[in-house]
């Protein structure tokens, strides 16, 4: 009866200690969550802190001010530059490299046709003015004996400097068409009109018409199309420098295989044939 009781007394006190040791843990996990929960309220608030009453900029790059390098508020402001200053480098570099290769596409085919990565059209051409590249001058304005107006310009460079041919010949002046198609056409010419004071007195218009003409010649058809005419009415210039004028026009025309492409001009004894300012080209679109 004894031995009884003392084992029941004997369980009793071993299930208090499990629920006391319980009790203890459990009282133990809810402190010190609750402490940690504090720490880290304490310290968003701190870093919040930092950033609304310190300045990024001060004694980052002070190399004499070791005392706020053990600060938290340092660390935490350095930390920040450090991770806004990275994102706006990489965003800066993803932005300036786009722009670069976007410029770079449209000047590079014609600069150097066969950088790789930069696709020609199929069929492409871009000439450039060539000193002495007019006929003979004929009368303004009237009909040549080959059926067209104007005075036309002989040569153009296919293959030296921002000239190049893709698929495409270049003879007599003439743009050879390979293949059938929708083809954009362009042409620049460039005009140096001289002053009245260069003229020395010459007997002069007030004005004069520069025109340029773009021609296509077929085989089938014996007297050349006129495709697209441009002009300017100008006046001769009264002062000490010379007048300087450009007619630029560009369209798209259907072609056949064996059309020729040619360009000609008014007032030719006053065009200069300058490569970047006089050109004639055209590539297939479609």
């Keep these: 009866m004894a031995i009884s009781i003392s084992v029941q007394c004997l369980g009793i006190i071993i299930l208090a200690a499990i629920l006391l040791q319980t009790i203890a843990v459990a009282v133990s996990f809810i402190y010190f969550n609750k402490v940690l929960s504090t720490m880290r309220e304490s310290f968003s608030r701190s870093s919040v802190s930092c950033l609304i009453n310190t300045n990024l900029h001060s004694g980052l790059d002070d190399p004499a001010s070791e005392d706020k390098k053990s600060d938290p508020c340092w660390q935490v402001t350095k930390q920040l530059r450090y991770h806004i200053e990275k994102k706006m480098a990489d965003r800066f570099q993803k932005e300036i490299s786009g722009a670069m290769r976007n410029k770079l596409t449209g000047v590079l085919p014609m600069l150097s046709p066969g950088v790789r990565g930069v696709p020609l059209p199929e069929v492409a051409a871009h000439v450039t003015g060539v000193v002495s590249s007019l006929a003979p001058p004929t009368a303004e304005s009237s009909w040549s004996s080959g059926g067209y107006l104007g005075e036309r310009i002989r040569m153009w460079e296919g293959k030296r400097g921002l000239s190049f041919l893709q698929n495409m010949e270049l003879r007599g002046g003439e743009l050879l068409v390979p293949k059938a198609g929708l083809y954009y ?86 065009m200069e044939m300058d490569g970047r300012a006089s050109y004639f080209g055209a590539f297939l679109v479609g």
């Excluded at 210039?237 to 295989?257: I, K, N, V």
């Design 185 to 270: 056409i362009y042409a620049q010419t460039y005009f140096r009109l001289p002053s009245l004071v260069e003229m020395e007195g010459d007997a002069k218009e007030d004005g004069a018409q520069l025109v340029q003409y773009i021609y296509k010649k077929m085989s089938s058809y014996t007297v050349p199309i006129l495709l697209m005419k441009s002009l300017r009415s100008v006046c001769w210039p009264r002062g000490q420098e010379p007048g300087l004028f450009s007619l630029h026009q560009a369209g798209t025309a259907f072609l056949q295989p064996a059309d020729r492409l040619f360009v000609t001009v008014s007032n030719a004894s006053t």
